[in-house]
């Protein structure tokens, strides 16, 4: 767990779900989470001049790598 962002379920769809990227002390939406068909992968949607450090990064990298391996075991 982080101690800045975390995570929350905003939209659960069929096979798919989307996630706000929010930051603990001010509650503000820093992204979403969410699908991209385009690439076939969930994806980060950084909401504009938003900044974030090495391990903030690593963080959204775990948790979409985690959401990609949930994604493979159902399909």
């Known amino acids: 767990m982080s101690e ?3 995570f929350k379920l905003i939209d659960k769809k069929t096979k798919t779900s989307v996630y706000s990227v ?4 001010s509650e503000m939406s820093l992204g979403t989470i969410q699908w991209y068909g385009a690439w076939r992968q ?3 949607f950084p909401i ?10 690593e ?7 985690k959401l990609m391996e949930e994604k493979k075991k159902k399909y």
């Open 42 to 44: 969930y994806c980060f």
């Open 22 to 25: 929010e930051n603990i002390k």
């Open 48 to 57: 504009p001049h938003t900044i974030f450090n090495i391990g903030c990064m």
């Open 4 to 6: 800045y962002i975390e």
């Open 59 to 65: 963080y959204i990298i775990k948790f979409i790598q």
